[in-house]
């Protein structure tokens, strides 16, 4: 290698990884890094597949850096092969007979842009396996096919995916094209074993079967048996290896033509609209010049994209109720479309641009420092702490002895890193419900489940129509009677445990399974007033998912607001109303709610004038909105008093009967729905009442 070259060798890996140095995140951010860092600390068990490779060499790394917290050293595990992806890159294109400074430029082209950039800055498995990916090419183009096989199982052990590269690989290393091709003995043997030299890259995964049988402490799915662990790595929990056969989410075409819209969109503003278009374009020249390289590139880059787009068309991409960050199974491909992009500028360099051809560097030299420049902001992570601070914003809100019921994977991971490596909440036990299928939790805590409650089972049953996922939940819950159970808030939680809502009462930040003791309005206020994210709003953030993370304060804030009102405490109603609003303020339910509040508040100061002037109006204004944010004693006691002089009101008696009803006197509700149908007896209000009761 020249001496520029081996200059620009070492660059392209010092400046990329000083680059994510500067913005590494300090702590865990969403959705998966505290998951990953967990099962890298403890050589554990990750969501299936479990990506045994990457979880074995991070508990090295972790080990081998003498500095920073566990955390952040998991992120620099990411950092450093980001940066090694781009060396890797980088070497390729020498080897591809690109020029240095053109390679130079190209890398770090790829090194600022947006996704590649996300991804090396905290815990996840994707610039691993980007670097996987990056070597297994360039051993291709050293012709070191072998190795190449080798790598590419390793890269197929780690994300299934890569897998469908074999073929290619297969017919790069042929000497004969296909056209001239023959089968002989020599071809059969090579062929073999090749195929057993790929199937050793799986080795990764009989050592993960290994680490199960050890039973660390991060073990999902606590596999015992060979079938079981098949069952594992097919991701069978989730529906099937694919997210194509996810019985949560069906496959659509619509939904497989908006993801190639997704990612062609993404690629071409990643990587400056031009260049992906000029190795499109080369394609028709290259095939021309039957060049290998470049129709091995080419490809590679079809069947990975089209493939990988076709197992995600379960998902539409822009739905805005999409939950999945996409972009990250792009960065494989990406791999390809910087190499394929090196030779098309090569190629132009050498027909129409010669001594010029400075001219484009200076382009893609631009793109590189313009994505920098643009990137920035939006990817300086060493200051965001907002998922941390909110993990300890939940869990301090905790009493000791509780036990946490939770859907969400952040506050899992985020939860069980605080009390295993920092030491906190040491008195809460933490269950993580995945899905239907995932028995863990009675694995990790097996002394908290007893005997299931029937009676607590048959009110919701014969209230809800259940899921199999609700039934899972509310199977394990009813045998958990005898704890303190606090179930997380959030967007999805909020819907998700719906059928728990008379079985519940608002925690801060949670859902509190009732118990014999209520929460005090006091205590309840006081949860909200020593926040660390306080003052934080949705639209603050630009990380997808931390914004999402926003919805546990709205939500909590809302919640314990609604609950206030019930006890007609005004005042803290108002305030968590307003509170909740200030995080989001697209919130239409909670701005009518505080609305509601603040009326029956001014109709509440002046109710003793209603009362003694026998202001009808007023009174049945009142009663009615203290009967929908749920005070239904003061309802009652309202309406009772509306009730002494307007006997003929027969809407006032069958609302009165209603807020008796939800009190629970079922015996006078139903004597004023029959007060009301006598006086109007084609009150569908009262009839409807009159007919729940009876079949309740």
Known sequence: MKKLGLILGVLAFLLPLFLYLKTLAATYIPIDSAEFTMCMYAWGICHPPGFPLYVAVGHFFLKLVPFGTIIWRANLFSAVF???????????????????????????????????????LSADVFTFGTFLVAVAFYLAFLRRKYLAFFVLGLSASHFYLTAVLWPLFWWFFQDEPLNKFKLNRAVVVDFLLLGFIFALGFFPQAVMFWRMKNDPFVNWGHVKTVGDFIN??????????????????????????????????????????????????MFFVKTAENSKQFLFLFYSFLILVFVQLFLLSTIDPFSVNNPFQLNKFYLYSFVLV??????????????????????????????????????????????????????????????????????????????????VVNKKYQ??????????????????????????????VGRIRKAFNLGGSEEKVLGDLSRMQNQDVYIALGDFEFQFFRFLNNETEPYGFWLHVKNDRQVTDERLISMFSHLQNAGDKKSDFNLFQQASETSIYSLGYYRSALELGKRGNWDGAISLFEKSLAVNDVGVSTGNDLELVKKIKNLMASYEVYRTGRDGLKLAELAEGLFTVGDWRDSVRVYEDLLLFEKTDSKAWANAASANAS????????????????????????????????NN
């Open 82 to 120: 980001g940066a090694l992806s781009a060396l890797v890159i980088y070497l390729s294109l020498l080897r591809l007979k690109v020029s240095e400074v053109t390679a130079f430029l190209l890398v770090m082209l790829l090194a600022a842009s947006s996704t590649f950039w996300e991804f090396s």
């Open 663 to 694: 009190l629970g006197d079922i015996e006078r509700a139903r004597k004023y729905y029959h007060t009301a149908l006598g006086l109007d007896p084609n009150l569908a209000l009262a009839r409807d009442g009159l007919a729940k009761l009876d």
């Open 427 to 456: 008195g809460v036990k933490i269950l993580y419900f995945p899905n239907e299928h995932n028995n863990d939790q009675e694995a990790y805590h097996p002394e908290l489940f007893g005997g299931v409650n029937q009676n607590f």
């Open 338 to 419: 910087v190499l394929m992009v090196g030779l098309a500028l090569e190629s132009l360099r050498h027909k129409f641009f010669d001594e010029n051809f400075y001219m484009i560097q200076f382009f893609v030299g631009l793109f590189a420092v313009i994505y920098l420049f643009a990137n920035y902001k939006t990817h300086d992570l060493s200051g965001n702490r907002f998922t941390e601070k909110l993990i300890s914003d939940m869990y301090s809100q905790l009493p000791q002895n509780s036990v946490v019921v939770t859907v969400d994977h952040v506050i899992f991971f985020g939860g069980l890193y605080e009390q």
């Open 232 to 281: 594992f790595v097919r991701r069978k929990e989730f529906g099937s290896g694919f997210l194509i056969s996810n019985p949560s989410l069906l496959y659509s075409p619509v939904k497989n033509i908006n993801q190639i819209l997704a990612y062609f969109k993404s690629l071409l503003f990643e990587f400056g609209l031009i260049l992906p278009i000029s190795a499109i374009l």
